[in-house]
């Protein structure tokens, strides 16, 4: 079983598409997948076609040990997806968790408990480095860090660098870094950024990426992700390929 966290501390990179869409590769290679909305603003559970405040129970109560992982989990409509879902009571989380001794072991420990039920877990994390990114980056055996192709990605892959070292030294020394580029578009800025991204994370980036087109909005308005609302799309296929490089890392 592998644990990957789709992080980056940047709003709008392309996380929660980049989760749904490669838990819904993964299904398709008959893997069993659960996908676990980190995010307050339930982005994930949202775009997965829920309404976030349906739910008794959710990551929310995960964090607080209220619940265990099997009893908020729900399936999707994607076949062999799972769903922990999130909502706005998760913003609460972070406050309550300082209070917590070992606070940063609590989703490790929760996460390890369902390891034998998945080949595969995503965590769509918030785009914040907090409290709840961080017992993200301590669950996970790869941080997988969606960049766009702009020049502050740079930055951010930076700070996220420096976050990441320091998770290995006091937490998690194993964590490891996948980094993969999204919403390229044929700019020269976008392409100077493409390749700066390829020489700075080097053997770490992916070669698959996605581009920039409008059937994303459209597929997460329909509540499913564009694996599924369009399947042939060249973005379907890049997810397929990213899920691919990955599964061929871990071998
Ligand atoms: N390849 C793409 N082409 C066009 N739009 C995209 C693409 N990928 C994602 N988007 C859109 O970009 C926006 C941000 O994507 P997404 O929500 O996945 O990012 P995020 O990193 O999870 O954001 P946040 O940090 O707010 O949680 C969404 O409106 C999404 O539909
Ligand atoms: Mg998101």
């Known amino acids: 079983m592998a644990i990957y966290a789709l992080c980056n501390q940047k709003g709008g990179v392309g996380k929660t598409t980049s989760t749904a869409n490669l838990g819904a590769a993964f299904a398709e290679q008959e893997k069993k997948v659960l996908l676990c909305d980190l995010d307050p603003q339930g982005g994930l559970t949202t775009s997965l076609g829920f309404d976030p405040d349906s739910f008794e129970l959710t990551m929310y109560h995960v964090f607080l040990e209220e619940a265990e992982i099997p009893q908020a989990t729900i399936q999707t409509n994607i076949p ?13 989380a972070e406050a309550e968790l300082l209070r917590e001794i070992g606070w940063h072991e609590i989703l490790p420990g929760a996460l390890q408990a369902v390891q034998a ?3 595969l877990i995503l965590l769509d994390c918030p785009p914040s480095l907090g409290i709840i990114t961080s017992s993200a980056l301590a669950a996970a055996n790869t941080a997988l860090v969606p960049l766009q192709c702009e020049y502050l990605s740079l930055r951010a892959l930076k700070q996220l660098h420096k976050i990441i070292a320091k998770t290995r030294r006091r937490v998690n020394p194993d964590l490891d870094m996948l980094i993969f580029r999204t919403m390229f578009t044929r ?9 700066e991204i390829g020489n700075i994370g080097g053997e770490r980036v992916l070669s698959a990426y996605t581009k920039r087109t409008i059937k994303v909005a459209d597929s997460s308005a329909s509540g499913q992700p564009l694996l599924m609302y ?10 397929r390929e ?10």
């Open 230 to 239: 369009s399947s042939n799309s060249e973005v379907a296929g890049a997810y």
């Open 117 to 119: 039920d998945y080949d």
């Open 242 to 251: 990213l899920a691919q490089e990955i599964m061929n890392r871990e071998e």
């Open 80 to 92: 062999g997806v799972r769903l922990v879902p999130a909502n706005l009571d998760l913003a609460g």
């Open 187 to 195: 700019t020269s800025h976008a392409k100077e950024v493409f390749d």
